[in-house]
T-cell receptor, first 117, second 113 residues
Framework: GAGVSQSPSNKVTEKGKDVELRCDPI?????LYWYRQRLGQGLEFLIY????????KSGLPSDRFSAERTGESVSTLTIQRTQQEDSAVYLC???????????????FGPGTRLTVT | KQEVTQIPAALSVPEGENLVLNCSFT??????LQWFRQDPGKGLTSLLL?????REQTSGRLNASLDKSSGRSTLYIAASQPGDSATYLC????????????FGKGTTLSVSS
């Protein structure tokens, strides 16, 4: 079946511009995660959606970052007034369920490589 | 705060060699541990997931072990091939508040023919 898809695959933007990144999770997966991978660093958690519950935004690095999810489908990550430090690969993952007691496997998309010039 | 460390950061081996990648974590209260493979410019591919109640998982030439009490996991790759060249990431799912995976920085493996 179809995996997690992300678009665009690459994005080059000028400092100060806003960008939107899109994630399509696996159909039926209620949990959706955004992570960031900066060059030479490990993956950092950004935000988590579980069904209709309030998202866990504890990983967002600043108020320039926001994300939305429509029901249990598509999610968009928006970065306003981009800075060079925002350059990274942004990865989306989904799992069958989430929650504190979940041990469900996370499946990752191919990522969006963002370059801020 | 949970921290995940992977050693070595990079490894080069000749084809056919058996090898072990190491992962350690500071808080033993985890729900599961996943090993991923990441190819340049690509996303993550899940290799093995070990639940906290399990001690090992096997898939083909890969075997992952988990010693939760000591905060360690190993990924064993048998009879390595050039196609195994990639970065291998270890991630834990914390057992307390929070649902996201916590990743190590990875081990970059190069297998020469």
């Amino acid at each position: 079946g179809a995996g997690v898809s992300q678009s665009p695959s690459n994005k080059v933007t000028e400092k100060g511009k806003d960008v939107e990144l899109r994630c399509d999770p696996i159909s039926g997966h209620t949990a959706l995660y955004w992570y960031r991978q900066r060059l030479g660093q490990g993956l950092e958690f950004l935000i988590y959606f579980q069904g209709n519950s309030a998202p866990d935004k504890s990983g967002l690095p600043s108020d320039r970052f926001s994300a939305e999810r429509t029901g249990e489908s598509v999610s968009t990550l928006t970065i306003q007034r981009t800075q060079q430090e925002d350059s990274a690969v942004y990865l989306c993952a989904s799992s069958l369920r989430g929650g504190d007691r979940s041990s469900y496997e996370q499946y990752f998309g191919p990522g969006t490589r963002l370059t801020v010039t | 705060k949970q921290e995940v460390t992977q050693i070595p950061a990079a490894l080069s081996v000749p084809e056919g060699e058996n090898l072990v990648l190491n992962c350690s974590f500071t808080d033993s209260a985890i729900y599961n541990l996943q090993w991923f493979r990441q190819d340049p410019g690509k996303g993550l591919t899940s290799l093995l997931l070990i639940q906290s109640s399990q001690r090992e998982q096997t898939s083909g030439r890969l075997n992952a072990s988990l010693d939760k009490s000591s905060g360690r996991s190993t990924l064993y790759i048998a009879a390595s091939q050039p196609g195994d060249s990639a970065t291998y990431l270890c991630a834990v799912r914390p057992g307390k508040a929070g649902t996201a995976l916590i990743f190590g920085k990875g081990t970059t493996l190069s297998v020469s023919s």
